[in-house]
């Protein structure tokens, strides 16, 4: 861990989003401390700064100035300063700042600053991180939530150290005064402002400046609050500075550090790194060149006219002068310059001498080649405020001395150069060592954060006009092309292209006129009601898009969609099971910006593919949470929330979002929410609690509803449980709703009928002489070196027996083959594989097909039929197949697997009654459990993983997807497979054909499914 943050990290122990409660900080003594000490950074610089009237002095009016006249007593300025202090509170706006979520939050208005927070934020680029940052300075100010009583609690709280230290002074003055009531207003509004309900505190708080007023009350909030800070040396420091006492301070140079180390003790890691970008160019030694010479004056931000007017004048009589400029300061002033003065509004890049005032360019000018010297006289500053010309950095240019070569009695020679690079040219190699160590420290802090940042608002691009072609387009494609134009230059086209999906657009040079248009349309907000069209459009967009990820998060800054649209449109693309929502999956921290957008991806992603949140679930949950109420996408988060919560058993953070849920309450839980909670609590052992909620969700649910709950006390084994399936199927035809109902009696009913004799494992859940007479034919099997194979049929099933698409259509065949591979597979590739799998179904000795259970959980009060979705289409087609056909295996339920092979003790028995086992699957081989090692010869054939488990790190990924490589993993497993092998699969559709093939190669082949995944702890189980 690296050093500032080991010795600190229980400080920020408050931060990643946090905000404190609203008035607890009211009576800390860290407030008043941290008060005291603002007021003496503030007063630091004005004390040793005898000329800083002439700095500050345009902000003092003559009456307030008069009221510290010498004729006051010392006695009489204090009760002065402390009314003036009040007032200056009393009569400042009481509003303060909702702070945005960001990462860091900047304080800084001049150009210099903005320089050092470019350079900053250019050096964290090495990290290849997403940084969310805000410049304070841009924020507005916001109605106040502290009260009045709040304010005057803190005053009453702060103001004795006021008095103490005014009461220590021995001079008050006006500038000082005036400078330490601009630091109250602002720290006292930074402190209400971090404590808004609607604040987030950022990981870290960055300025350029230590000593004015602003900048030191918002460095102190941010203590009393445990932000760290970032100091970034602007310019070159003085002994008049105050100490440096950031978390972090990044110095221009060794001269730098060597002021702040004779200030006193410092506080903080601190890092020097040069600020030059290109090489060092040695001053030309000018003391022996003739002709004549350009002479560039540079200004500070405040000027001097009167001795700027014999500066020049002294230069106009230098007879080896030939020209005269004069570079304002870049927050300079207004100032009439000498009518015969030229002004140069950029850096001057011919050859020439600078003469400077107390300013740091003196370094940036030395960097760059151009000889310096010093006057001081058209500055309000003290004398070589830098020390510059007393240490020997820049030559000394007198007024007196400017009417004649002032510039041949300063050498820039070797014995110069060694004093300036020592000083303030810091090896290359050292500021690159040095920004590694801030690159690990800062890379730390990021690592910290416990949640996402939604980050600041983004400004609107001002609109302009478009020319558009003139072509014929339907009222969506006019919409969406008004709206993708505002994207880019480069997007229009394909905007156009997605346009073109729903319109008869087909112009060429429409297309070219549009794609070279650099144009902004106005905003528009998208219309409240859903429009088909428009869903259409943004999905076959989103589809096609170059780079999905900036299309969507382009689309969504310009405000062409919601983030409701966008959510909705995601997840039909899902349902579709297209590719792309995989690489949306990839590039999700492109998304972050959009944070609705990019939880629903993060919650969706962990669900579905297993791949960890991109944060902590604590910080995701609240993150959340916090989404505004638009229903929709309220609702859909809570509910992704609460399957998350689930899976990583944290009931402590189900019980948030039932405090918190505005859609996910525990008292108005859906049927299948409700499920899953009793289902989670069975199998996390939460006995008590498992009764107590299953007999207030049964008070609360419908007599068919309550058919679900007592199937899941069947399927458990809990006390309430021993229906059997024939039992629970009479049931089911006598409460489920009417249509559903009928389908059933009519189309499933008949296929259990006619299987009856055969079925004897459908309660192998449930019943444990099921499961021991399953475990006996295995065992049986491997002793005798006899062939066995069991296959499980569920809904994907469908697929290998939809020849004739009686319920299962080819487009439901298309939708499976992207769910599990990615892409569509063409028509002989397709048919040869389903008849190998049917092949090996009809010489299976054990087939688990779809039950009654099955279908208790997919169907709800307002389900209409069976055939309404893809799942339930499969699970017809399944039962189909064996409307006509003669039974010759045993049947049971298709998820027996689950309690046949869950339990290690089972599956590890027959290992060792096997000669040798064979695992095919797409697990890493360095993720297998451990239990299963040593007790065999086992050979693990790894394949290809299914296309959603593609990017968790548990399963083996390859080029080719199963379909495209199945033949030769079947050939392997035929080579391995003899009479007494036993053979693992956990293969998907294409496993049934491996299955097939190790029985017909003697071996006793059996069809794991889904355990494999719990076996990995992969985090992909049903919780259903």
């Known amino acids: 861990m690296p050093s500032a943050l080991a010795e600190k990290y229980k400080a920020y122990s408050m931060l990643s989003n946090e905000t404190a409660p609203s008035t607890e900080f009211l009576k800390s003594e860290n407030i008043r401390n941290h008060f005291l000490d603002g007021l003496e950074k503030v007063a630091r610089i004005i004390d040793q700064n005898s000329d800083y009237d002439a700095i500050i002095g345009h902000k003092i009016t003559d009456e307030f100035r008069a009221r510290f006249g010498s004729s006051v007593t010392i006695e009489e300025r204090r009760k002065l300063a402390l009314s003036a202090w009040k007032t200056t509170i009393a009569t400042s706006k009481q509003a303060t700042y909702a702070l945005p979520d960001v990462d860091m939050l900047f304080l800084g208005r001049t150009r210099n600053n903005l320089r050092e927070f470019s350079f900053f934020l250019e050096t964290l680029s090495d990290l290849n991180r997403r940084i969310s940052h805000f410049n304070a300075v841009d924020l507005k100010l916001a109605k106040r939530e502290h009260s009045q009583d709040d304010l005057d609690q803190l005053l009453e709280h702060l103001t004795p150290k006021m008095v103490d230290y005014l009461d220590c002074r021995t001079t008050i003055g006006p500038e000082l005064v005036y400078q330490l009531g601009q630091f109250a207003v602002h720290f006292i509004r930074y402190l209400f402002s971090l404590a808004r309900k609607d604040s987030k505190h950022p990981l870290l708080a960055i300025v350029a400046n230590d000593h004015s007023p602003n900048p030191v009350a918002f460095s102190l909030a941010m203590k009393t609050f445990n932000v760290p800070r970032l100091y970034i040396q602007h310019a070159e420091v003085s002994n008049s500075f105050p100490p440096l006492d950031f978390e972090y301070s990044i110095l221009r140079n060794s001269a730098s550090h060597r002021i702040y180390e004779g200030i006193g003790p410092i506080d903080g890691n601190v890092f020097v790194i040069s600020r030059f970008p290109g090489s060092f160019i040695h001053p030309k030694d000018i003391t022996e060149e003739g002709g004549k010479q350009s002479v560039v004056l540079y200004t500070t931000g405040r000027v001097e006219l009167d001795g700027l007017h014999r500066v020049f004048e002294g230069l106009k009589q230098n007879p080896d002068v030939s020209s005269i400029y004069v570079k304002p300061h870049p927050n300079q002033a207004a100032v009439e310059w000498p009518s015969d003065l030229p002004a140069l509004s950029g850096f001057p890049t011919f050859p020439h001498i600078a003469v400077v005032a107390n300013s740091s360019v003196v370094i940036e000018l030395l960097h760059q080649g151009i000889p310096v010297f010093q006057n001081f006289d058209f500055d309000p500053v003290e004398a070589d405020y830098y020390g510059f010309v007393r240490n020997g950095i820049a030559g000394p240019a007198p007024t007196e001395a400017l009417s004649g070569p002032f510039w041949k009695h300063f050498r820039f020679d070797l014995e110069w150069y060694s004093q300036y690079t020592d000083r303030y040219a810091p090896p290359e190699s050292v500021s690159e060592r040095e920004k590694s160590r801030l690159l690990a420290e800062v890379n730390y802090l990021l690592g910290r954060r416990i949640r996402p940042r939604a980050g600041a608002r983004k400004k609107d691009v001002a609109p302009k006009p478009v020319n558009r072609p003139k072509v014929k387009l339907s009222s969506i494609g006019k919409s969406a092309v008004n709206f993708a134009a505002k994207i880019s230059s480069t997007l229009v086209l394909e905007s156009v292209k997605y346009v073109a999906y729903e319109s008869p657009l087909k112009n060429r040079k429409a297309i070219q006129d549009l794609r070279k248009a650099d144009a902004h349309l106005a905003h528009r907000a998208p219309s409240a009601p859903p429009d088909p069209d428009k869903m259409k459009w943004l999905c076959a967009s989103i589809a096609e898009a170059t780079n999905a990820s ?32 995989f690489t949306l999956f990839d590039r999700i921290d492109d998304l972050e910006d959009h944070l609705p957008v990019y939880l629903w991806l993060s919650f969706k992603r962990f669900e579905i593919t297993g791949v960890a949140l991109p944060y902590p679930l604590t910080g995701m949950v609240r993150a959340a949470l916090e989404i505004p109420n638009h229903r929709f996408v309220r609702s859909s988060l809570e509910g992704l929330v609460f399957n998350a919560c689930l899976r990583e058993n944290r009931l402590d953070l189900l019980d948030l979002l039932f405090e918190k849920g505005l859609r996910v309450r525990s008292e108005t839980l859906s049927t299948t929410r409700r499920i899953a909670l009793l289902r989670h609590l069975i199998q996390s052992g939460a ?73 004897r494992f459908m309660d192998v859940r449930s019943r444990a002489e099921e499961r021991d007479l399953f475990q006996q034919l295995v065992m049986e099997a491997l002793q005798h070196k006899r062939a066995l194979s069991m296959i499980r049929l569920s809904d994907g ?16 065949q298309l939708n499976r083959e992207r769910h599990w591979w990615g892409l569509e597979l063409d028509q002989p590739l397709r048919s040869a594989i389903t008849a190998r799998i049917r092949a090996a179904v009809d010489q299976a000795d054990v087939l688990g097909i779809p039950s009654i259970h099955r279908f208790v959980r997919d169907v709800h009060e307002k389900s209409i039929s069976f055939k309404a979705n893809v799942q339930g289409r499969g699970l017809l087609q399944v039962l189909h197949y064996f409307s006509s056909k003669e039974p010759t295996a045993l049947f049971g339920d298709e998820k027996m697997n689950i309690p046949l092979f869950r339990s290690h003790e089972a599956v590890r028995k027959m290992l060792i009654a096997s000669e040798r086992c064979v695992l095919v699957s797409s697990a890493n081989t360095s993720q297998l459990p451990d ?41 392997e497993v035929r080579r391995k497979t003899s009479p007494g092998t036993l053979v693992l699969v956990a293969g998907g559709i294409v496993g049934k054909i491996f299955i097939g093939t190790a029985k017909e190669a003697g071996g006793v082949a059996l069809d794991l499914g889904s355990v494999m995944d719990e076996w990995l702890e992969a985090g992909i189980h049903s919780l259903h």
């Not at 239990?931 to 693990?940: A, V």
Request: proline letters at 6%; a negative charge.
């Open 931 to 971: 239990w299963m090692r040593g007790l065999t010869n086992m050979d693990h054939v790894t394949i290809p993983t299914h296309f959603r488990t593609s990017r968790n790190a548990k399963y083996h990924v390859s080029d080719q997807p199963l379909p495209l490589v199945y033949e030769a993993i079947d050939e």
């Open 687 to 759: 006995a008590s609690k498992y009764e107590k909620t299953r007999a207030e969700f049964w008070e609360a649910e419908t007599p068919f509803h309550r058919l679900k709950i007592s199937d899941l006390d069947n399927v458990f084994g809990t006390k309430h449980s021993g229906s059997t399936h024939e039992q629970i199927t009479l049931a089911f035809e006598t409460s489920a709703p009417p249509a559903i109902a009928a389908e059933f009696k009519a189309e499933i009913k008949p296929v259990y009928d006619r299987l009856g004799p055969s079925i």
């Open 797 to 812: 099933e469908g697929y290998a027996f939809a020849d004739s698409h009686e319920y299962f259509s080819l487009e439901d």
């Open 550 to 581: 900036k299309w969507l998060e382009r689309t969504l800054d310009v405000g062409l969609i919601t983030h409701e649209e966008a959510i909705k449109a995601i997840d039909q693309l899902y349902l579709n099971r297209d590719p792309i929502v």
